[in-house]
């Protein structure tokens, strides 16, 4: 069995960033192993532009993007392997692969990062009643078969759930011909990208029902007719408010769930609401050792925010495998008012310079302050002339405010 | 010429034609849907019940207890995943607690084996159930089972030993009289000695196209909750309510891959195609669960999905033959998966002239299943065929090896929900969100067919819709 | 005075542009620019994909070189859809030069290799 010091699964944005950190942190026994049969992850089929300005400081395609984070790889020969699905991790460490050339095959690690990406959330999942038949699929899977395949999924189509991808899908589909009758979203926000309601529905006259939602879907084999409807503010269908549709496609942008199989058998903590791992500051799991970062850890708006939480949790793990890494000082991170989740939960601040806590708020807010508290006392404000549920937002705290710590916590309040 | 004619290739019509596969017959399956277990056996509970509860003395007692004692056998010969998980029904009032009780003699009338298990014991062997449980009667002998691996692997090993399947194929009219029935279909016009009405929610259609009304089939319909795998230990046992006054109560059970099902609903419909789910019946399951277990996790939902029941108005299987060489075999709702069995040897006996043929092999070749090989076996397929290193499915761990077996046997997935109820792609968390274009492009290939031409389920749902751009389209 | 919303970047910046052009609300000088050009002349950057004769690649996907103006969208998707491409190509390569002569380039964005 060969061993490495690091294992990285997953060759996205996310594991790509984190190989190249970890080498050029001094590690280079590293085995990195990718589904697919190029590196680059999702970013393939994502091929509109809006990538990389904090990176590369340019706006690049996710192709392009994909492109210039994998050939960082490739000039500092990292070992890789493509077409490779991990199929299993055992306690100790020991990662079975598989692929058509070498059949199963098992290698060891000193550490393991899980760069595994999301998964879209499903009809099944947020339980849309109605006849099941062909035509509801997931924006993702729209994208594969169009991006990727070049096949049209449908010519007339409706999409529930504002998130990105839907948005995306939206216009590319209007590009290739296909006619889309709106977008309906169950919150009273939008929870795409501005920019992304502006050039991809405007633009194209594509109607935004907001606190509207699919109620049921008809069709034996092909769909036929989504009925959309209203909803309270308790998120529950209003009578009297439907309206019936005729369509042959529904797409589905209702939500992305960080995908962690392989580790969740292995008993790590998964966070209540990011559904990832939850991680301390190096970006190490409850399991010490193993690693997570990109949307496998929580969902990401942005590629460039990945690829700096890959870098991150490279040069944890490096530090992890020299035993560098303190771990005997760790104070809690906890979510106040207002916020939904932060992130990482746990910090020994012997590993850092700067402490960089990543939340998302709970509603909408116009004028407000991000407060982080230690116990009790204020240690940092900072006002904000708005912030959104679907736009991630950071506070950084510098070392020498976090002296004597008790427990942090990151709130929003009206300003 | 045919000897047989079985309409229907749900489980009660390929377990009659793997039956009569057994003699030298020549025997023609219809199926008006362009795959095999496409009705009731597609949507149901997955149970192999005891038989403790049906009424004595009627075909569903009889037939149910003959058939879960088959179950084992024919599960080894077919290689079909099957459990005797044993099933629990719970008592949580004075009321259900009395029930059981008259259950426990039901019970000794169908001569099934049953034990009373009081709160403590109950806790002890399923420790995420109900605090309301009080009592509970545990019928070790009922098992869960994959009842789309049942259905093709019967149909496959019926066609492995010469019965013929013809599928996209309705029947329109049926005339004649015993020695040379003829079935018009939208496909064909047939002739067979023998008829064997095996048509499901339609048996009353079916046999009024050619016989006197006797009875009618209405279609009461099941919706269901699956959730997805978390864990194999959460419950082990199937989980009824007590049939009671309140009404007949729900499940909560396992499969044989270990997902969870919650339902069924129990509802007449008007429409015999209608499997619809709709949010208030689904909230209502919920409601009826919480008598079985107190947390379900419906945050691991990962589908919801409704089959009909075949209710005949005689309250009991119709099991008989009205006019010589015509057979019916319909109104098999629950217990029916279990009883199908013994239903096809008492339907075989109708078949007057035949002979057992010295060919007939029981054995299906078994199907593989990477995810329960040891690294060694495994390596020993790819070496035969890398096509099995090769994973589709990330959520099952299916390889592409499986998936071009399951095309290519008889009885082979024509459509992606064929190859999902053979082996499972798209049954996990993603629901196809992953892989269902490789699946597509894995059709088109081994069937040689154009992805335009790729279906995803019934006829006319066809996964693309055009080729894009390009001046030279091909 | 006019709103909108700055689509340069995923920021998406809420600007306010008044009678004598002055953009308040930006968080870079590029809201600037794109307030005014998308009061006198929208434009937009499109991508797509050509289909592949050759290659590893079933479809190639690409980019116009700079953003085309906003009515020209459908002009310049008609015109990437008649195209066909032959691998070994490099990224970035260009695939329609100067499409109808709006100086704009269609070039692509992934390496497209021999099958």
């Known amino acids: ?415 | 010429m045919y000897d047989v004619i079985i309409i229907g290739a749900g489980v009660i019509g390929a377990s009659i034609a793997r039956e009569l596969s057994k003699y030298t017959l020549k025997v023609l399956v219809i199926e008006k849907e362009n795959d095999v277990c496409e009705g009731t056996t597609s949507a149901n509970s997955a149970i192999i019940h005891s038989g403790y509860d049906p009424e004595p003395n009627t075909k569903k007692a009889y037939y149910n207890v003959l058939g879960n004692k088959m179950y084992d056998k024919i599960c080894q010969e077919l290689d079909v995943s099957f459990r005797r998980n044993g099933s629990i029904t719970i008592a949580v009032d004075d009321e259900e607690a009395k029930i059981l009780d008259e259950l426990v003699e039901r019970a000794r009338l169908n001569n099934v084996e049953v034990k009373i298990l009081n709160q403590q014991e109950l806790q002890e062997i399923e420790p995420n159930i109900t605090k309301k449980a009080i009592k509970g009667l545990l019928a070790p002998t009922a098992g869960i089972i994959n009842p789309f691996e049942l259905n093709v692997a019967l149909m496959e090993n019926a066609m492995d030993n010469g019965v013929e399947l013809s599928l996209n194929d309705k029947v329109l009219k049926i005339s004649g009289e015993f020695g040379n029935y003829q079935v018009n279909t939208t496909k064909s016009v047939y002739h067979s000695k023998y008829l064997i009405n095996a048509s499901g929610v339609f048996g009353d259609e079916i046999n009024d196209t050619i016989n006197k009304s006797y009875f009618e089939i209405k279609a009461r319909k099941g919706e269901y909750f699956v959730l997805d795998h978390f864990d194999n230990d959460f419950i082990k046992h199937t989980l009824f309510n007590v049939p009671s006054s309140k009404g007949k109560g729900v499940i909560v059970a396992p499969t044989t891959s270990y997902n969870y099902i919650v339902g069924p609903s129990s509802e007449f419909v008007d429409s015999k195609d209608d499997v619809s789910t709709d949010y208030i019946t689904l909230n209502q399951i919920k409601k009826s669960a919480t008598n079985l277990v107190d947390n379900i996790d419906y945050s691991k939902q990962i589908r919801q999905f409704a089959g009909l029941r075949a209710v005949s108005s005689t309250k009991d299987f119709v099991i008989d033959s009205p006019k010589k060489g015509f057979i019916n075999v319909t109104g098999i709702q629950s217990p029916g998966l279990t009883a199908a069995p013994a239903i096809a040897i008492d339907v075989a006996k109708f078949i007057e002239e035949k002979e057992l043929k010295v060919t007939y092999n029981p054995r299906r070749k078994p199907i593989v299943r990477m995810k329960n090989l040891s690294l060694e076996e495994r390596n020993a397929l790819v070496k035969q065929d890398p096509r099995y290193g090769n994973i589709i499915c990330r959520c099952e761990k299916i390889s592409e090896g499986e998936i071009v077996d399951a095309i290519n046997r008889n009885c082979g997935a024509t459509t992606v929900k064929g190859v999902k109820k053979r082996v499972r792609p798209g049954f996990g968390k993603c629901q196809g969100g992953f892989c269902e274009v490789s699946v597509v492009n894995i059709l088109s290939r081994e069937l040689n067919k154009n992805i335009l031409d790729i279906e995803y389920g019934k006829k006319g749902s066809n996964v693309v819709s055009n080729k894009m751009g390009g001046a030279s389209n091909d | 005075m006019d709103k909108m919303i700055c689509i340069v970047c995923p920021r998406g910046c809420h600007l306010e542009i008044d009678e004598n052009n002055n953009v308040t609300g930006n968080f870079c000088p590029r809201g600037v620019k794109y307030a005014i050009n998308e009061l006198s002349h929208p434009e937009r950057m499109i991508t797509s994909t050509v289909k592949v004769l050759s290659g590893d690649l079933k479809r190639l996907s690409v980019a116009t070189s700079k953003p085309i103006p906003k009515e020209k969208i459908f002009d310049v998707m008609n015109e990437i859809k008649k195209v066909e491409v032959r691998g070994p190509l490099p990224i970035n390569s260009v695939i329609i030069e100067n499409v109808l002569g709006l100086n704009v380039d269609i070039i692509s964005t992934r390496v497209l290799k021999e099958k």
């Open chain 1, 1 to 415: 069995m060969t061993n490495y010091d690091l294992i990285i699964i997953g060759g996205g944005s996310g594991g790509i960033a984190a190989a190249v950190s970890a080498y050029d942190n001094g590690i280079s026994s590293i085995l990195l192993i990718e589904k697919e049969a190029y590196l680059g992850g999702i970013l393939l089929q994502c091929i509109h532009n809006g990538f990389g300005l904090h990176t590369y400081k340019e706006e690049l395609t996710g192709p392009e993007y994909a492109n210039r984070a994998s050939s960082e790889l490739l000039k500092r020969k990292i070992n890789y392997k493509l077409n490779s699905m991990v199929i299993d991790i055992t306690p100790d460490f020991v990662v079975t692969y598989t692929n058509k050339e070498e059949g199963y095959q098992q290698v060891k690690a000193k550490a393991i990062i899980c760069a595994t990406g999301c998964s879209e959330r499903s009809r099944g999942a947020i339980a849309i009643p109605g006849d099941r038949p062909q035509g509801v699929m997931s924006a993702g899977q729209a994208q594969k078969y169009l991006n990727i395949e070049g096949y049209m999924v449908g010519k007339k189509v409706f999409i529930l759930g504002s998130g990105d991808i839907g948005l995306i899908m939206a216009r590319r589909m209007v590009l290739e011909g296909a006619e889309v009758l709106g977008v309906a979203e169950i919150m009273p926000y939008s929870n795409g990208l501005n920019r992304n309601i502006v050039q991809c529905l405007n633009d194209y006259n594509i109607p935004l029902y907001l606190s509207h939602t699919v109620k049921e879907i008809k069709g034996q084999g092909k769909l036929e007719k989504i009925v959309i409807c209203k909803v309270d503010d308790k998120l529950q269908y209003i009578d009297g408010t439907e309206q019936e549709i005729s369509v042959d496609t529904l797409l589905l942008s209702v939500g992305l769930i960080p995908s962690n199989p392989l580790i969740e058998n292995l008993g790590v903590e998964i966070h209540p609401r990011t559904k990832g791992p939850i991680v301390d500051e190096s970006y190490q799991t409850s399991i010490p050792g193993i690693f997570s970062c990109g949307n496998s850890l929580h969902v990401h708006d942005l590629v460039d925010f990945v690829s700096l939480e890959g870098k991150k949790a490279g040069f944890f793990a490096a530090k992890y495998i020299k035993n560098e890494l303190c771990t005997n000082q760790k104070v809690d991170i906890k979510n106040g008012v207002g916020v939904s989740y932060v992130l990482p939960t746990q910090v020994d601040i012997q590993n850092i310079d700067e402490l960089q806590i990543n939340f998302r708020c709970v509603k909408p807010f116009k004028t407000c302050y991000i407060i982080v508290k230690n116990g009790d006392k204020v240690i940092k404000t900072i006002k904000k002339p708005y912030l959104v549920p679907s736009e991630m937002e950071k506070v950084v705290i510098k070392k020498d405010l976090l002296q004597n710590l008790d427990y942090l916590t990151v709130e929003v309040v009206d300003g």
